[in-house]
Protein backbone atom coordinates (compact mmCIF):
# COMPACT_ATOMS: atom_id res chain seq x y z
CA UNK A 1 0.00 0.00 0.00
CA UNK A 2 1.03 3.67 -0.43
CA UNK A 3 0.20 7.24 -0.53
CA UNK A 4 -0.05 8.78 -4.10
CA UNK A 5 0.74 12.08 -5.40
CA UNK A 6 1.02 12.90 -9.12
CA UNK A 7 0.65 16.24 -10.76
CA UNK A 8 0.31 17.55 -14.33
CA UNK A 9 0.92 21.17 -15.81
CA UNK A 10 2.35 23.07 -18.26
CA UNK A 11 6.08 23.24 -17.90
CA UNK A 12 6.36 26.68 -18.59
CA UNK A 13 3.70 27.57 -16.40
CA UNK A 14 5.54 28.82 -13.37
CA UNK A 15 2.32 30.01 -11.37
CA UNK A 16 0.83 26.28 -11.84
CA UNK A 17 4.24 24.86 -10.95
CA UNK A 18 4.04 26.59 -7.63
CA UNK A 19 1.10 26.17 -6.95
CA UNK A 20 1.96 21.79 -7.21
CA UNK A 21 4.42 22.71 -4.84
CA UNK A 22 2.60 24.18 -2.42
CA UNK A 23 -0.06 21.40 -2.49
CA UNK A 24 3.07 18.82 -2.13
CA UNK A 25 4.33 20.47 1.16
CA UNK A 26 1.02 20.44 2.23
CA UNK A 27 0.31 17.24 1.93
CA UNK A 28 3.15 14.97 2.49
CA UNK A 29 3.26 14.61 6.03
CA UNK A 30 -0.17 12.92 5.87
CA UNK A 31 0.92 10.93 2.89
CA UNK A 32 4.04 9.81 4.75
CA UNK A 33 2.14 8.56 7.54
CA UNK A 34 0.03 6.22 5.21
CA UNK A 35 3.83 5.14 3.76
CA UNK A 36 6.44 5.53 6.22
CA UNK A 37 8.89 2.74 4.96
CA UNK A 38 9.88 4.44 1.69
CA UNK A 39 9.97 7.35 0.01
CA UNK A 40 11.17 9.17 -3.60
CA UNK A 41 9.66 11.46 -6.33
CA UNK A 42 10.32 11.32 -10.10
CA UNK A 43 9.31 14.58 -12.52
CA UNK A 44 9.79 14.05 -16.20
CA UNK A 45 8.01 15.90 -18.77
CA UNK A 46 6.05 15.18 -22.38
CA UNK A 47 6.37 17.81 -24.50
CA UNK A 48 5.26 20.80 -23.00
CA UNK A 49 3.31 18.73 -19.75
CA UNK A 50 5.62 18.25 -16.40
CA UNK A 51 5.09 15.70 -14.66
CA UNK A 52 5.42 14.82 -11.06
CA UNK A 53 5.00 11.36 -9.72
CA UNK A 54 5.80 11.34 -5.62
CA UNK A 55 4.88 7.66 -3.46
CA UNK A 56 5.18 6.40 -0.34
CA UNK A 57 5.09 2.89 0.67
CA UNK A 58 3.87 0.58 3.49
CA UNK A 59 6.28 -2.23 3.17
CA UNK A 60 3.29 -5.34 3.48
CA UNK A 61 5.70 -8.53 1.70
CA UNK A 62 8.94 -9.67 0.91
CA UNK A 63 12.16 -9.05 1.63
CA UNK A 64 13.13 -6.01 -0.28
CA UNK A 65 10.92 -3.14 -0.85
CA UNK A 66 10.09 -2.24 -4.41
CA UNK A 67 10.11 1.76 -4.42
CA UNK A 68 7.27 4.03 -5.72
CA UNK A 69 6.71 5.32 -7.97
CA UNK A 70 8.17 2.43 -10.07
CA UNK A 71 10.00 3.04 -13.41
CA UNK A 72 10.52 0.37 -16.14
CA UNK A 73 13.51 0.85 -18.87
CA UNK A 74 11.07 2.47 -21.11
CA UNK A 75 10.46 5.14 -19.04
CA UNK A 76 6.45 4.19 -18.22
CA UNK A 77 5.85 5.33 -14.32
CA UNK A 78 3.05 3.79 -12.30
CA UNK A 79 1.77 4.85 -9.02
CA UNK A 80 0.26 1.80 -7.53
CA UNK A 81 -1.81 1.62 -3.86
CA UNK A 82 -3.07 -1.56 -4.02
CA UNK A 83 -3.59 -5.40 -3.57
CA UNK A 84 -3.90 -8.42 -6.30
CA UNK A 85 -5.39 -10.84 -4.89
CA UNK A 86 -6.09 -12.33 -8.19
CA UNK A 87 -6.42 -11.84 -11.87
CA UNK A 88 -2.53 -11.71 -12.49
CA UNK A 89 -0.06 -13.96 -11.91
CA UNK A 90 2.22 -12.63 -9.09
CA UNK A 91 5.59 -14.82 -8.31
CA UNK A 92 6.40 -15.72 -4.56
CA UNK A 93 7.79 -12.43 -3.20
CA UNK A 94 7.34 -11.08 -6.16
CA UNK A 95 5.94 -7.17 -5.52
CA UNK A 96 2.56 -6.01 -7.31
CA UNK A 97 3.70 -3.18 -8.12
CA UNK A 98 6.61 -4.97 -10.45
CA UNK A 99 4.44 -7.43 -11.80
CA UNK A 100 1.71 -4.98 -12.64
CA UNK A 101 4.27 -2.21 -14.27
CA UNK A 102 6.03 -5.23 -16.50
CA UNK A 103 2.33 -6.49 -17.60
CA UNK A 104 0.88 -3.03 -18.90
CA UNK A 105 4.26 -2.52 -20.64
CA UNK A 106 3.79 -5.11 -22.60
CA UNK A 107 -0.31 -4.06 -23.38
CA UNK A 108 -1.37 -1.93 -25.86
CA UNK A 109 -4.54 0.49 -25.17
CA UNK A 110 -6.88 -2.07 -25.36
CA UNK A 111 -5.10 -4.63 -23.28
CA UNK A 112 -4.39 -1.97 -20.39
CA UNK A 113 -8.11 -1.61 -20.12
CA UNK A 114 -8.54 -5.40 -20.40
CA UNK A 115 -5.95 -6.11 -17.67
CA UNK A 116 -6.77 -3.56 -15.18
CA UNK A 117 -10.60 -4.80 -15.30
CA UNK A 118 -9.18 -8.30 -14.53
CA UNK A 119 -7.61 -7.71 -11.28
CA UNK A 120 -9.18 -8.68 -8.06
CA UNK A 121 -8.51 -6.75 -4.93
CA UNK A 122 -8.39 -2.93 -3.55
CA UNK A 123 -6.74 -0.18 -5.66
CA UNK A 124 -6.13 2.83 -6.96
CA UNK A 125 -3.20 3.99 -9.66
CA UNK A 126 -1.58 6.51 -11.49
CA UNK A 127 -0.07 4.81 -14.68
CA UNK A 128 1.79 7.27 -17.52
CA UNK A 129 3.04 5.49 -20.56
CA UNK A 130 5.54 7.78 -22.33
CA UNK A 131 5.36 5.56 -25.61
CA UNK A 132 1.33 7.02 -26.19
CA UNK A 133 1.78 9.97 -24.40
CA UNK A 134 -1.16 8.62 -21.85
CA UNK A 135 -1.59 9.14 -18.50
CA UNK A 136 -4.49 5.68 -16.45
CA UNK A 137 -5.47 6.46 -13.15
CA UNK A 138 -8.42 5.44 -11.43
CA UNK A 139 -9.82 3.29 -8.47
CA UNK A 140 -10.94 -0.13 -8.32
CA UNK A 141 -14.95 -0.91 -8.56
CA UNK A 142 -15.80 -0.26 -5.22
CA UNK A 143 -13.52 2.83 -4.45
CA UNK A 144 -11.62 0.38 -1.83
CA UNK A 145 -8.53 3.14 -1.80
CA UNK A 146 -9.01 6.16 -1.96
CA UNK A 147 -8.01 8.68 -4.73
CA UNK A 148 -8.83 12.62 -4.87
CA UNK A 149 -8.58 14.68 -7.34
CA UNK A 150 -8.09 18.75 -7.94
CA UNK A 151 -8.70 20.22 -11.18
CA UNK A 152 -7.30 23.53 -10.97
CA UNK A 153 -7.19 25.56 -14.27
CA UNK A 154 -4.76 23.70 -16.21
CA UNK A 155 -3.62 21.57 -13.76
CA UNK A 156 -4.36 17.92 -12.47
CA UNK A 157 -3.69 16.99 -9.20
CA UNK A 158 -4.49 13.16 -7.92
CA UNK A 159 -3.69 12.58 -4.16
CA UNK A 160 -4.54 9.81 -1.65
CA UNK A 161 -5.86 12.17 0.96
CA UNK A 162 -7.07 15.82 0.66
CA UNK A 163 -4.41 19.06 1.39
CA UNK A 164 -5.65 22.26 3.44
CA UNK A 165 -4.98 24.36 0.56
CA UNK A 166 -6.78 22.83 -2.41
CA UNK A 167 -10.76 22.05 -3.31
CA UNK A 168 -10.74 18.55 -3.68
CA UNK A 169 -13.37 16.10 -4.76
CA UNK A 170 -13.24 11.83 -4.64
CA UNK A 171 -12.22 10.36 -8.03
CA UNK A 172 -15.04 9.44 -9.61
CA UNK A 173 -15.10 5.75 -9.03
CA UNK A 174 -16.62 4.44 -11.91
CA UNK A 175 -14.27 3.15 -14.19
CA UNK A 176 -10.65 4.02 -15.89
CA UNK A 177 -9.49 7.31 -16.82
CA UNK A 178 -7.54 8.50 -19.85
CA UNK A 179 -5.41 11.76 -20.67
CA UNK A 180 -4.25 12.12 -23.92
CA UNK A 181 -1.24 14.30 -23.45
CA UNK A 182 -0.50 14.91 -26.72
CA UNK A 183 -4.20 16.33 -27.59
CA UNK A 184 -4.53 18.21 -23.98
CA UNK A 185 -3.97 21.96 -25.70
CA UNK A 186 -7.54 22.98 -24.83
CA UNK A 187 -7.63 21.47 -20.97
CA UNK A 188 -6.56 18.32 -19.36
CA UNK A 189 -10.31 17.51 -18.67
CA UNK A 190 -11.00 18.08 -22.14
CA UNK A 191 -8.77 15.42 -23.48
CA UNK A 192 -9.87 13.07 -20.68
CA UNK A 193 -11.33 10.01 -21.40
CA UNK A 194 -14.02 7.61 -18.97
CA UNK A 195 -14.35 4.13 -19.59
CA UNK A 196 -16.43 3.05 -17.39
CA UNK A 197 -17.12 -0.12 -15.58
CA UNK A 198 -20.57 -2.27 -16.69
CA UNK A 199 -22.80 -2.07 -13.60
CA UNK A 200 -22.40 -5.62 -11.63
CA UNK A 201 -26.50 -5.18 -10.85
CA UNK A 202 -27.46 -4.51 -14.49
CA UNK A 203 -28.17 -0.96 -13.86
CA UNK A 204 -27.35 1.52 -16.64
CA UNK A 205 -23.28 2.29 -16.61
CA UNK A 206 -22.24 5.42 -14.59
CA UNK A 207 -20.94 7.95 -16.58
CA UNK A 208 -19.42 11.69 -16.19
CA UNK A 209 -21.03 14.54 -18.21
CA UNK A 210 -17.92 16.33 -17.81
CA UNK A 211 -16.03 13.53 -19.77
CA UNK A 212 -15.91 12.09 -22.96
CA UNK A 213 -17.19 8.23 -22.55
CA UNK A 214 -15.02 5.37 -23.85
CA UNK A 215 -15.76 1.95 -24.01
CA UNK A 216 -17.85 -0.25 -21.42
CA UNK A 217 -15.73 -2.05 -19.43
CA UNK A 218 -16.77 -5.10 -17.74
CA UNK A 219 -14.92 -6.72 -14.22
CA UNK A 220 -13.81 -10.04 -12.47
CA UNK A 221 -17.01 -9.83 -10.96
CA UNK A 222 -19.48 -10.81 -14.53
CA UNK A 223 -20.02 -14.11 -13.66
CA UNK A 224 -20.88 -16.49 -16.50
CA UNK A 225 -23.45 -18.39 -13.74
CA UNK A 226 -26.83 -17.09 -12.35
CA UNK A 227 -28.56 -18.70 -9.74
CA UNK A 228 -32.09 -19.38 -11.22
CA UNK A 229 -34.79 -17.21 -9.08
CA UNK A 230 -37.35 -20.16 -8.90
CA UNK A 231 -35.45 -22.77 -7.86
CA UNK A 232 -35.63 -20.64 -4.63
CA UNK A 233 -39.24 -19.81 -4.57
CA UNK A 234 -40.51 -17.22 -1.33
CA UNK A 235 -42.38 -19.41 0.41
CA UNK A 236 -44.45 -18.98 3.36
CA UNK A 237 -43.08 -18.44 6.79
CA UNK A 238 -44.01 -21.01 9.37
CA UNK A 239 -45.68 -20.25 12.36
CA UNK A 240 -43.66 -19.85 15.18
CA UNK A 241 -44.30 -18.80 18.54
CA UNK A 242 -43.48 -15.39 19.78
CA UNK A 243 -42.31 -17.20 23.18
CA UNK A 244 -39.47 -19.25 20.88
CA UNK A 245 -36.17 -18.40 21.31
CA UNK A 246 -34.40 -16.38 18.67
CA UNK A 247 -31.48 -18.88 18.02
CA UNK A 248 -34.33 -21.35 17.56
CA UNK A 249 -36.64 -19.30 15.23
CA UNK A 250 -33.64 -18.52 13.47
CA UNK A 251 -32.21 -22.20 12.45
CA UNK A 252 -36.24 -23.73 12.16
CA UNK A 253 -36.48 -20.43 9.45
CA UNK A 254 -33.26 -21.76 7.70
CA UNK A 255 -34.24 -25.53 7.51
CA UNK A 256 -38.19 -24.77 6.42
CA UNK A 257 -36.49 -22.45 3.65
CA UNK A 258 -33.53 -24.77 3.11
CA UNK A 259 -30.80 -22.29 3.15
CA UNK A 260 -28.10 -24.30 4.77
CA UNK A 261 -26.15 -25.72 1.32
CA UNK A 262 -26.76 -21.74 0.63
CA UNK A 263 -24.74 -21.25 3.90
CA UNK A 264 -22.50 -22.98 3.52
CA UNK A 265 -21.56 -21.98 -0.10
CA UNK A 266 -21.57 -18.49 1.82
CA UNK A 267 -19.28 -19.66 4.36
CA UNK A 268 -16.84 -21.26 1.46
CA UNK A 269 -16.53 -18.22 -0.70
CA UNK A 270 -15.91 -15.81 2.54
CA UNK A 271 -13.28 -18.62 3.64
CA UNK A 272 -11.35 -17.85 0.41
CA UNK A 273 -11.64 -14.30 0.96
CA UNK A 274 -10.23 -13.82 4.52
CA UNK A 275 -7.44 -16.24 3.10
CA UNK A 276 -6.98 -14.07 0.59
CA UNK A 277 -6.91 -11.18 3.00
CA UNK A 278 -4.56 -12.90 5.85
CA UNK A 279 -2.54 -15.44 4.52
CA UNK A 280 -1.12 -13.51 1.12
CA UNK A 281 0.43 -10.51 0.96
CA UNK A 282 0.77 -9.70 4.57
CA UNK A 283 4.07 -11.20 6.29
CA UNK A 284 7.28 -9.29 6.87
CA UNK A 285 9.86 -11.84 7.80
CA UNK A 286 8.53 -14.48 9.46
CA UNK A 287 5.67 -12.19 11.12
CA UNK A 288 2.45 -11.65 10.53
CA UNK A 289 -0.35 -9.30 12.11
CA UNK A 290 -3.98 -9.10 12.07
CA UNK A 291 -6.40 -6.90 13.62
CA UNK A 292 -10.77 -6.61 13.53
CA UNK A 293 -12.31 -4.02 13.66
CA UNK A 294 -14.65 -5.39 16.41
CA UNK A 295 -17.94 -4.06 17.58
CA UNK A 296 -19.11 -7.70 18.08
CA UNK A 297 -21.80 -8.06 15.98
CA UNK A 298 -21.96 -10.83 13.56
CA UNK A 299 -19.95 -9.24 10.53
CA UNK A 300 -16.99 -8.30 11.98
CA UNK A 301 -17.43 -11.81 14.40
CA UNK A 302 -17.38 -13.79 11.60
CA UNK A 303 -14.13 -12.48 9.95
CA UNK A 304 -12.73 -12.49 13.32
CA UNK A 305 -13.56 -16.83 13.43
CA UNK A 306 -12.67 -17.19 9.62
CA UNK A 307 -9.21 -15.65 10.19
CA UNK A 308 -8.02 -17.99 13.14
CA UNK A 309 -8.48 -20.75 10.28
CA UNK A 310 -5.34 -18.67 8.09
CA UNK A 311 -3.46 -16.61 10.63
CA UNK A 312 -0.52 -19.15 11.97
CA UNK A 313 -1.51 -20.79 15.94
CA UNK A 314 1.07 -19.09 17.95
CA UNK A 315 -0.22 -15.29 16.72
CA UNK A 316 -2.61 -13.51 18.44
CA UNK A 317 -5.47 -11.59 16.69
CA UNK A 318 -6.47 -8.42 17.50
CA UNK A 319 -10.31 -7.39 18.52
CA UNK A 320 -10.61 -3.51 18.40
CA UNK A 321 -13.51 -2.36 20.37
CA UNK A 322 -14.27 1.67 20.40
CA UNK A 323 -16.53 3.24 22.91
CA UNK A 324 -17.00 6.81 23.61
CA UNK A 325 -16.96 8.65 26.99
CA UNK A 326 -20.52 9.05 28.23
CA UNK A 327 -22.22 11.34 30.66
CA UNK A 328 -22.25 10.06 34.24
CA UNK A 329 -25.85 9.31 35.56
CA UNK A 330 -27.18 9.28 38.76
CA UNK A 331 -30.02 6.37 39.44
CA UNK A 332 -31.98 5.91 42.89
CA UNK A 333 -31.82 2.50 44.11
CA UNK A 334 -35.24 0.71 45.51
CA UNK A 335 -34.52 2.03 48.89
CA UNK A 336 -33.90 5.58 48.01
CA UNK A 337 -30.10 5.99 47.40
CA UNK A 338 -28.74 7.88 45.03
CA UNK A 339 -25.55 6.24 42.91
CA UNK A 340 -23.41 7.50 40.81
CA UNK A 341 -22.88 5.46 37.23
CA UNK A 342 -19.18 5.68 36.89
CA UNK A 343 -19.05 3.41 34.14
CA UNK A 344 -19.21 6.04 31.23
CA UNK A 345 -17.61 3.40 28.81
CA UNK A 346 -20.10 0.56 28.72
CA UNK A 347 -21.36 1.24 25.56
CA UNK A 348 -23.66 -1.41 23.28
CA UNK A 349 -20.78 -2.76 21.22
CA UNK A 350 -18.69 -2.86 24.33
CA UNK A 351 -21.27 -5.47 25.69
CA UNK A 352 -21.68 -7.01 22.30
CA UNK A 353 -17.72 -6.97 22.06
CA UNK A 354 -17.47 -9.02 25.09
CA UNK A 355 -19.95 -11.60 24.54
CA UNK A 356 -18.71 -12.26 20.91
CA UNK A 357 -15.28 -11.94 22.42
CA UNK A 358 -15.79 -15.01 24.49
CA UNK A 359 -17.73 -17.07 21.83
CA UNK A 360 -14.57 -17.01 20.24
CA UNK A 361 -12.50 -17.83 22.88
CA UNK A 362 -14.92 -20.69 23.64
CA UNK A 363 -14.38 -21.59 20.43
CA UNK A 364 -11.00 -21.22 19.60
CA UNK A 365 -9.23 -21.90 22.50
CA UNK A 366 -5.89 -22.19 21.28
CA UNK A 367 -5.66 -18.71 19.74
CA UNK A 368 -4.67 -15.96 21.79
CA UNK A 369 -7.51 -12.94 21.26
CA UNK A 370 -6.74 -9.73 21.82
CA UNK A 371 -9.47 -8.36 22.98
CA UNK A 372 -8.95 -4.17 23.37
CA UNK A 373 -11.03 -1.45 24.68
CA UNK A 374 -10.37 1.69 23.34
CA UNK A 375 -11.76 4.15 25.78
CA UNK A 376 -11.70 7.68 24.34
CA UNK A 377 -12.62 10.98 26.15
CA UNK A 378 -14.12 13.97 24.26
CA UNK A 379 -11.17 15.89 25.36
CA UNK A 380 -9.53 13.30 23.02
CA UNK A 381 -12.39 13.37 20.25
CA UNK A 382 -12.26 16.96 20.23
CA UNK A 383 -8.55 17.36 19.98
CA UNK A 384 -8.13 14.37 16.97
CA UNK A 385 -11.25 15.64 15.24
CA UNK A 386 -8.85 19.06 15.22
CA UNK A 387 -5.70 18.16 14.45
CA UNK A 388 -6.25 14.58 12.01
CA UNK A 389 -9.78 13.65 11.41
CA UNK A 390 -11.43 16.84 9.87
CA UNK A 391 -8.43 16.36 6.92
CA UNK A 392 -8.99 13.04 6.50
CA UNK A 393 -12.82 12.77 5.90
CA UNK A 394 -12.51 15.49 3.57
CA UNK A 395 -14.20 15.81 1.13
CA UNK A 396 -16.64 13.88 3.07
CA UNK A 397 -18.67 16.28 5.17
CA UNK A 398 -21.38 15.25 6.74
CA UNK A 399 -22.88 14.44 10.37
CA UNK A 400 -22.64 10.84 9.91
CA UNK A 401 -18.85 11.24 8.20
CA UNK A 402 -18.19 12.55 11.40
CA UNK A 403 -18.97 10.06 13.76
CA UNK A 404 -18.13 7.49 11.77
CA UNK A 405 -14.83 8.71 10.84
CA UNK A 406 -13.96 9.67 14.58
CA UNK A 407 -14.74 5.98 15.47
CA UNK A 408 -12.92 4.60 12.89
CA UNK A 409 -10.10 6.69 13.23
CA UNK A 410 -9.75 5.80 16.99
CA UNK A 411 -10.44 1.86 16.95
CA UNK A 412 -7.82 1.52 14.06
CA UNK A 413 -5.44 3.36 16.12
CA UNK A 414 -5.60 0.64 18.59
CA UNK A 415 -4.66 2.06 21.88
CA UNK A 416 -6.43 0.83 24.32
CA UNK A 417 -6.33 -1.61 27.37
CA UNK A 418 -6.39 -5.55 27.75
CA UNK A 419 -8.15 -6.92 30.71
CA UNK A 420 -9.26 -3.60 31.57
CA UNK A 421 -6.18 -2.64 32.65
CA UNK A 422 -3.05 -3.32 30.76
CA UNK A 423 -2.48 -0.58 28.00
CA UNK A 424 -1.38 -2.24 24.76
CA UNK A 425 -1.27 -0.34 21.62
CA UNK A 426 -2.01 -3.34 18.51
CA UNK A 427 0.79 -2.93 15.60
CA UNK A 428 -1.45 -5.29 13.35
CA UNK A 429 -0.43 -3.39 9.79
CA UNK A 430 -3.56 -5.68 8.34
CA UNK A 431 -7.36 -4.69 9.51
CA UNK A 432 -10.71 -6.81 8.31
CA UNK A 433 -13.28 -4.74 8.33
CA UNK A 434 -17.29 -5.93 7.90
CA UNK A 435 -17.87 -2.82 5.47
CA UNK A 436 -20.46 -4.28 2.72
CA UNK A 437 -22.11 -7.10 4.31
CA UNK A 438 -25.45 -4.64 5.17
CA UNK A 439 -25.35 -2.70 1.62
CA UNK A 440 -25.53 -6.51 0.19
CA UNK A 441 -27.65 -8.19 2.70
CA UNK A 442 -30.53 -5.68 3.62
CA UNK A 443 -28.71 -4.95 6.89
CA UNK A 444 -29.87 -1.52 7.84
CA UNK A 445 -33.36 -0.34 9.11
CA UNK A 446 -34.19 1.41 5.95
CA UNK A 447 -34.45 -1.58 3.57
CA UNK A 448 -36.67 -3.31 6.42
CA UNK A 449 -38.59 0.28 6.05
CA UNK A 450 -38.88 -0.04 2.34
CA UNK A 451 -40.37 -3.41 2.67
CA UNK A 452 -42.63 -2.83 5.69
CA UNK A 453 -44.13 0.60 3.76
CA UNK A 454 -44.10 -1.13 0.59
CA UNK A 455 -44.56 -4.90 1.13
CA UNK A 456 -42.08 -5.18 -1.95
CA UNK A 457 -39.15 -7.29 -2.25
CA UNK A 458 -39.00 -5.90 -5.78
CA UNK A 459 -38.13 -2.12 -3.86
CA UNK A 460 -35.94 -3.52 -1.29
CA UNK A 461 -33.94 -5.52 -4.26
CA UNK A 462 -33.57 -1.86 -5.96
CA UNK A 463 -32.65 -0.42 -2.81
CA UNK A 464 -29.27 -3.09 -2.85
CA UNK A 465 -28.63 -2.54 -6.07
CA UNK A 466 -28.27 1.01 -5.50
CA UNK A 467 -26.40 0.91 -2.41
CA UNK A 468 -23.98 -1.52 -3.76
CA UNK A 469 -22.84 1.06 -7.23
CA UNK A 470 -22.79 3.68 -4.98
CA UNK A 471 -20.52 2.56 -2.11
CA UNK A 472 -17.22 3.70 -3.80
CA UNK A 473 -18.87 7.29 -3.54
CA UNK A 474 -20.62 6.96 -0.34
CA UNK A 475 -17.75 5.67 2.19
CA UNK A 476 -14.97 3.45 1.23
CA UNK A 477 -12.68 6.24 0.24
CA UNK A 478 -12.69 7.96 3.40
CA UNK A 479 -12.43 4.74 5.49
CA UNK A 480 -9.61 4.36 3.66
CA UNK A 481 -8.00 7.80 4.59
CA UNK A 482 -8.66 7.15 7.87
CA UNK A 483 -7.43 4.03 8.61
CA UNK A 484 -4.09 4.54 6.60
CA UNK A 485 -3.49 7.35 8.92
CA UNK A 486 -1.71 4.81 11.61
CA UNK A 487 -0.04 3.23 8.38
CA UNK A 488 -2.57 0.42 8.68
CA UNK A 489 -4.23 -0.92 5.59
CA UNK A 490 -7.99 -1.74 5.65
CA UNK A 491 -9.33 -4.92 4.16
CA UNK A 492 -12.63 -5.76 3.16
CA UNK A 493 -13.66 -9.53 2.73
CA UNK A 494 -17.37 -8.96 2.21
CA UNK A 495 -16.41 -7.01 -1.16
CA UNK A 496 -14.19 -10.15 -2.62
CA UNK A 497 -15.25 -10.43 -6.40
CA UNK A 498 -15.91 -13.48 -5.65
CA UNK A 499 -18.32 -13.07 -2.82
CA UNK A 500 -20.06 -10.42 -4.39
CA UNK A 501 -20.75 -12.33 -7.97
CA UNK A 502 -22.05 -15.02 -5.50
CA UNK A 503 -24.58 -12.60 -3.41
CA UNK A 504 -25.69 -10.46 -6.66
CA UNK A 505 -26.56 -14.24 -7.99
CA UNK A 506 -29.15 -14.57 -5.29
CA UNK A 507 -32.92 -13.51 -5.30
CA UNK A 508 -33.48 -10.98 -2.10
CA UNK A 509 -35.44 -13.07 -0.50
CA UNK A 510 -32.65 -15.70 0.15
CA UNK A 511 -30.12 -13.02 1.28
CA UNK A 512 -32.61 -11.46 4.12
CA UNK A 513 -35.97 -12.11 5.01
CA UNK A 514 -37.50 -8.95 6.30
CA UNK A 515 -40.72 -10.71 7.56
CA UNK A 516 -38.59 -11.86 10.35
CA UNK A 517 -38.11 -10.17 13.64
CA UNK A 518 -35.36 -7.69 13.92
CA UNK A 519 -31.80 -9.72 14.61
CA UNK A 520 -33.03 -12.55 11.99
CA UNK A 521 -34.79 -11.37 9.00
CA UNK A 522 -31.95 -9.13 7.57
CA UNK A 523 -28.99 -11.08 6.92
CA UNK A 524 -30.77 -14.42 7.49
CA UNK A 525 -28.00 -15.86 5.05
CA UNK A 526 -25.33 -14.42 7.05
CA UNK A 527 -26.92 -15.52 10.02
CA UNK A 528 -27.59 -18.86 9.18
CA UNK A 529 -23.77 -19.24 8.23
CA UNK A 530 -22.65 -17.99 11.37
CA UNK A 531 -25.19 -20.30 13.57
CA UNK A 532 -23.66 -23.30 11.15
CA UNK A 533 -20.14 -22.21 12.23
CA UNK A 534 -20.97 -21.99 16.31
CA UNK A 535 -21.28 -18.53 16.61
CA UNK A 536 -24.56 -18.63 18.20
CA UNK A 537 -24.74 -15.51 20.12
CA UNK A 538 -23.24 -13.10 17.60
CA UNK A 539 -25.81 -14.92 14.56
CA UNK A 540 -28.60 -13.27 16.78
CA UNK A 541 -27.32 -9.59 17.16
CA UNK A 542 -29.30 -6.95 16.21
CA UNK A 543 -27.53 -4.41 14.01
CA UNK A 544 -26.09 -1.64 15.28
CA UNK A 545 -24.47 1.15 13.16
CA UNK A 546 -20.62 2.21 14.57
CA UNK A 547 -22.06 5.64 15.67
CA UNK A 548 -24.95 4.39 17.68
CA UNK A 549 -22.93 0.90 19.00
CA UNK A 550 -20.08 3.07 19.73
CA UNK A 551 -22.31 6.22 21.42
CA UNK A 552 -20.15 8.59 19.82
CA UNK A 553 -24.09 9.64 18.28
CA UNK A 554 -24.40 10.63 21.97
CA UNK A 555 -21.02 11.85 23.02
CA UNK A 556 -21.62 15.34 22.49
CA UNK A 557 -25.30 15.51 23.14
CA UNK A 558 -25.96 16.74 19.72
CA UNK A 559 -29.13 16.51 18.06
CA UNK A 560 -28.52 16.50 14.89
CA UNK A 561 -29.49 14.19 11.61
CA UNK A 562 -26.93 11.46 9.90
CA UNK A 563 -27.23 13.05 6.64
CA UNK A 564 -27.30 17.09 7.74
CA UNK A 565 -23.75 19.14 6.95
CA UNK A 566 -21.38 18.75 9.58
CA UNK A 567 -19.94 22.44 10.72
CA UNK A 568 -17.27 20.85 13.29
CA UNK A 569 -15.45 18.91 9.92
CA UNK A 570 -15.64 22.43 7.98
CA UNK A 571 -14.84 25.08 10.87
CA UNK A 572 -12.02 22.32 11.88
CA UNK A 573 -11.00 22.32 8.14
CA UNK A 574 -10.91 25.67 8.05
CA UNK A 575 -9.16 26.01 10.98
CA UNK A 576 -6.58 24.26 9.75
CA UNK A 577 -5.89 26.27 6.44
CA UNK A 578 -5.32 29.06 8.44
CA UNK A 579 -3.10 27.86 10.78
Known amino acids: MCGIFFSICNRNDQPSICRRNEIYQDISKSLARRGPDDHQVIETDCGDVGLYFGGWVLHMQGEQI ?13 LWNGEIFDGLDVSPGQSDTTALLSSLDKCDDEGILQLLSCIEGPWSFVYYRRTNSKVYFGRDYFG ?14 LASVCSRNASWEEVVGCGIFCINLKDSQSGFKKSTVLHP ?3 ITNRKPKVCEEFQTGRILNTAMHTKYKYEADNYPLVDLPHISSSVEPL ?5 SCSERNLWPLCREFIAKLKRSVMKRTSAHTSIGDKCNIGVLFSGGIDCTVLALLADIFVPEDEAIDLLNVAFEQQRKLTKTKQGNVLLNDNIYEVPDRITGRSSYQELKDLCPKRIWHFVEINVTLEELRGKRVERISMLSCPKSTVLDDSIACAIWFASRGEGLLNGEQKYRSDSRVLLCGMGADEQLAGYSRHRGIYDRNNDWGA ?15 NLGRDDRIISDHSKEARFPYLDEEVVQFLCSLPVHIKADLRLERGIGEKILLRGAAYDLGLHGAAVAPKRAIQFGSRIAKAENRKE ?3 DSCERLKNNFASQISL
Open 561 to 563: KGG
Open 460 to 474: VSDEINMEVERIAAR
Open 66 to 78: CPQPAQSKDGNIL
Open 144 to 157: RRSLVWNWDQNTLT
Open 248 to 252: TNLAK
Open 197 to 199: WRC
